[in-house]
């Protein structure tokens, strides 16, 4: 059985070609820097959006036309599983994520769902075991039943957080027994309303119970994968507890969690948070806590979470700038936790998306590349500096200093003398590099 007849292997065919379902950037065994471009990118497909999304908005229906959608309950689940292998393998990525809802049915109780999931993993794992393909994470969908519409390990109700918790066991479970690089937390409802009827403390306490917990069982059932807390700022709920990659570092060490998560980073949850992406990827590289990277962009006209397929060579080149900084994604990837729009309804579709945002970030990967061998922001940033090398900068930087040695600097000072920050200069630099792709020495 085939899901996808119109589509052969994807190839990599250069920029110039006019192949649709073709790489025009993505050159998977091309090295750089010693690395082919399969090793370094890591992408990923995000098996909710692909697979189960039926493209809804809050004023439509579902207008997604998708074969498996002749079946229903598990052979729906089954059937999602061998088009979602023939999709990893006619693209040729290597990597998938899931949610548990995402793969199989809810049942009537949490023994029939976690059945289902048992079947249906099954299934995975033998496809697994025949294909080259590795799942990068996995995590429980703690947000969408009624059950959750207080929250789950920041739920009023213990009775919750205890649902919360078996659901999460089963997915390490999972997690193990599938090889997950990874797994991810992303606190769906954890945060709140309104305050009027909130207990923050003890939210946030409870938040930090439950991870602990979570890190004491992936210890005891030996499940090594790294995990990860996904920020996001607000929606669902007004205010989301992990709002992004600073306040999320803040929380780790407050609860001396530290040691035991690193960091998601979702390009959409960025700018909804009134960041760039390259700025939560930057807190969270200097403070050593970038992990994954979940690969998509909103729209900057609306304020709320599109997760739409990446494709501003510009952002991903920033992206890639400080991922190559990075050394890698290490056990993370690029994971396109991301939705074609209403009105591209086709299967098709599916892979002119992903071959979008594969190009998108390999075009971004060669650009960033080459502004880091050129030291392009690198000799910007060390000449804007350059007073912490020497004098009493240097005191500064090395401990030395204090109040009344800075005093008699700053005393003896004749005139200050600021530079400029060139920042038009620096723009003008990076179009050249994104305008001169091929023409690059
Ligand atoms: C929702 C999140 C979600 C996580 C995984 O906004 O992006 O999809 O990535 O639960
Ligand atoms: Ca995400
Ligand atoms: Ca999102």
Same mark, same amino acid.
């Given at each position: ?157 213990? +009775?919750?957080?205890?649902?919360? @918790?078996?659901?999460? =066991?089963?997915? %390490?479970?999972?997690?193990?027994? &599938? !090889?997950? $690089? ?61 709002? +992004?990659?600073?306040?999320?570092? @803040?929380?780790?060490? =407050?609860?001396? %969690?530290?040691?035991?998560?690193? &960091? !998601?980073? $979702? ?71 991301? =939705? ?102």
């Amino acid at each position: 059985m085939t899901w996808f007849a119109n589509v052969n292997k994807i190839k990599y065919e250069g920029p110039h070609s006019t192949n649709p379902l073709a790489f025009k950037f993505y050159n998977p065994e091309e090295k750089i820097n010693g690395q082919t471009m399969e090793e370094f990118l890591r992408f990923g497909v995000a098996y909710w959006h692909t697979f189960t999304q039926e493209l809804v908005d809050p004023f439509g229906d579902g207008t997604a036309i998708r074969s498996w959608n002749k079946f229903d309950g598990m052979d729906k689940a089954k059937a999602r599983v061998e088009a979602a292998f023939e999709l990893f393998e006619k693209l040729g990525v290597k990597y998938f994520c899931f949610h548990d809802v995402d793969i199989a049915p809810e049942g009537a109780t949490l023994q029939e769902s976690n059945q289902n999931l048992d079947t249906i993993v099954a299934m995975i794992k033998e496809y697994m075991n025949t294909s080259d393909v590795k799942l990068l994470w996995n995590t429980a969908n703690n947000f969408t039943n009624p059950r959750f519409v207080h929250g789950a390990a920041s739920s009023s109700n213990a +009775d919750v957080f205890a649902y919360a @918790a078996a659901k999460v =066991k089963k997915q %390490l479970e999972i997690g193990k027994e &599938l !090889n997950g $690089e990874s797994y991810v937390f992303w606190g769906g409802r954890e945060g709140y309303e309104t305050l009027l009827n909130t207990d923050l403390g003890l939210e946030q306490d409870n938040l930090a119970r439950f991870f602990q917990m979570a890190v004491d069982y992936a210890k005891e059932i030996d499940f090594g994968a790294q995990f990860l807390i996904e920020p996001k700022p607000k929606e669902p709920t007004t205010h989301q507890y992990d709002f +992004d990659a600073q306040s999320t570092h @803040a929380f780790l060490l =407050k609860y001396g %969690l530290q040691d035991y998560f690193k &960091l !998601n980073i $979702e390009a959409n949850h960025a700018t909804l948070a009134g960041h760039t992406f390259e700025h939560e990827l930057r807190y969270a590289r200097v403070n050593g806590i970038l992990g994954s990277v979940d690969a998509n962009q909103g729209d900057p006209l609306i304020g709320w979470d599109t997760d739409e397929f990446p494709a501003d060579i510009y952002a991903t080149t920033l992206a890639m700038y400080e991922i190559i900084k990075n050394g890698g994604l290490g056990s993370g990837g690029l994971n396109f936790d991301a =939705k074609v729009r209403r009105g591209s309804f086709e299967q098709d579709d599916l892979f002119y998306a992903h071959i979008a945002g594969m190009d998108a970030f390999a075009a971004g990967y060669r650009i960033a590349n080459q502004m880091v061998e050129d030291q392009v922001f690198e000799k910007i940033i060390d000449e804007r500096y350059a007073s912490y090398k020497e004098g009493i900068g240097k005191d500064i930087v090395e401990g030395k200093a204090d109040f009344k040695s800075l005093e008699q600097h700053a005393l003896n000072l004749k005139e200050i003398k600021n530079t400029s920050g060139r920042l038009e200069l620096i723009r003008a630099t990076i179009n050249q590099y994104l305008l001169t792709l091929y023409a690059q020495k």
